[in-house]
């Protein structure tokens, strides 16, 4: 596949141990009779069949009692068998639980646990006039073919008003990002709000909170200090993965920044099919970033790839209209997943790159400087930092004044000699009967000797 897409990113697959890999999101969920919609809420959508490759009914069932095990000894699941949790994120979440393993993955439920009633206190509280009138305006916008968002007065857009107007009240400093919107919107069309009238989108704040602060944290902000990071980083990678395609771009003037930002920021949701934007979502959640820019990687490779594919886009038009329309055939969740999870860049990799990126900044750039060591690599990151703050949290400091002790110093020991193996050979030591110490004159110490003037 390489070969033939014209340059060498990928890796021996990895992570992969049984034909259960196969999509949980081409499982057949016909639309109701009462409507013409897909499995997913889309009117009009053309994703109601499954795609190639289907699982059946019986390998879906055992992929959701695999779930169901894992989600009920969560705690020792991810202590013990994490890697467990990880490869069945890469073949993708069974759609009817994702409500459930979602908040989960990104630890939400333990800040939901930790802040109890602070959601409804911010829900209540009137939000700030700028920032309202600014969601209000972008409510409509947010996935307007879905009948979750239809009507302006249905539990969807009332529900995505409350969630977003709930984060700038609960992170003021930050406020609205456009960007926002569309995570939020996926986050409540998976996460069923609690049963009360009116509805009440807990569960997706919290998720929406660890992705702006855990899994992104800089991003939604003003500066978006780190998006400018990130696109320098993905740019050095193309330099050292697609050498040829980083030419391209550089010749015809075509930045990261022209098209990165969409797609990180909207984790995907704007620009790819929407069963590859939920297979996205559940590696991400497991693994971090590194999914993000692996994802990112592969599109640039599917678009410009080839030799043809680039001469066919002489100028920054034709180059950008390329990466925004690649062939739907090419971006199925299975085939497409497969390459994503083959890229070869690893977590290390991505770490010393940004290392390296943060020391060529330039000190005078405006705004804060980028702080990514506050982004967790993924589930396993989060879920070791909530328990370390669990286990600190349930320990009571001790109001006792420390007492010194002072230990009496030891008795000075007499320094043991060196023996003398100068003229000796290895099987004489081993062999010679222990008798009293060697006496003689100390060995004279030699100013300075390498390795070679060292007799055995």
């Known amino acids: 596949m390489a070969q033939a897409l014209g340059e060498d990113l990928v890796q021996p697959s990895e992570l992969q141990d049984d034909s259960s890999s196969l999509g949980s999101d081409s499982e057949l969920c016909g639309p109701s009779p009462y409507r013409q919609a897909d499995r997913y809420g889309f009117i009009g959508s053309s994703s109601a069949e499954p795609g190639p490759g289907h699982p059946s009914a019986d390998l879906i069932r055992q992929r959701e009692m695999k779930w169901v095990e894992m989600t009920l000894h969560w705690e020792k699941t991810m202590a013990r068998r994490y890697k467990k949790v990880k490869i069945q994120c890469r073949k993708g979440i069974p759609s009817a639980l994702r409500a459930r393993c ?35 305006r972008d409510l409509h916008r ?11 007065q249905g539990h969807g857009q009332q529900g995505l008003l409350q969630v977003l107007k709930a984060y700038t009240l609960y992170r003021p400093e930050q406020g609205y990002c456009q960007a926002q919107g569309p995570v939020a919107s996926v986050l409540l069309m998976h996460l069923p709000p609690e049963v009360t009238w009116p509805p009440v989108p807990q569960e997706a704040f919290w998720c929406l909170v660890q992705i702006c602060e855990v899994y992104l944290p800089g991003y939604y902000g003003p500066h978006m200090e780190a998006v400018q990071l990130d ?15 980083h030419k391209h771009l550089q010749q015809v003037g075509v930045g990261p920044l022209l098209y990165l930002p969409e797609w990180f920021l909207c984790l995907f949701a704007r620009s790819l099919p929407f069963p590859t934007v939920l297979r996205i ?48 055939t090419q971006l199925q969740e299975e085939a497409f997943m497969v390459q994503v999870h083959s890229v070869a860049l690893t977590e290390r990799d991505l770490q010393r790159e940004i290392r390296t990126q943060l020391d060529q900044l330039p000190t005078t750039a405006p705004g804060p400087p ?28 001790s109001l006792e004044v420390p007492r010194i002790v002072v230990q009496p110093p030891e008795e000075a020991r007499t320094p043991r000699r060196k023996p003398q193996t100068r003229g000796k050979t290895f099987h004489g030591l081993l062999t010679r009967v222990r008798g009293p110490p060697l006496e003689g004159p100390p060995r004279a110490h030699r100013g300075s000797s390498s390795f070679l003037d060292t007799r055995f």
């Open 102 to 136: 979602w908040p989960l993955l990104c630890g939400a439920h333990v800040c939901q646990e930790n802040h109890p009633g602070t959601y409804q206190e911010l829900a209540s509280a009137p939000g700030d006039p700028q920032w309202m009138e600014t969601i209000g």
């Open 142 to 152: 947010q996935f307007p073919l879905h009948e979750m968002f239809v009507s302006p």
């Open 231 to 245: 696109a320098q980083v993905f740019s050095a990678l193309l330099r050292r993965l697609l050498p040829r395609v």
């Open 281 to 328: 979502w559940d590696a991400f959640l497991s693994e971090g970033v590194k999914v993000l820019f692996r994802v990112g990687l592969t599109l640039v490779r599917l678009a410009l790839g080839t030799a043809e594919q680039r001469q066919a886009c002489p100028g920054l038009l034709e180059t950008l209209g390329t990466l925004r329309t690649i062939p739907q």
């Open 370 to 397: 980028p702080q990514p060591k506050a982004r967790l690599a993924g589930a396993s990151a989060i879920f070791e930092i909530q328990q370390l703050a669990r286990v600190q949290g349930g320990t009571r400091p």
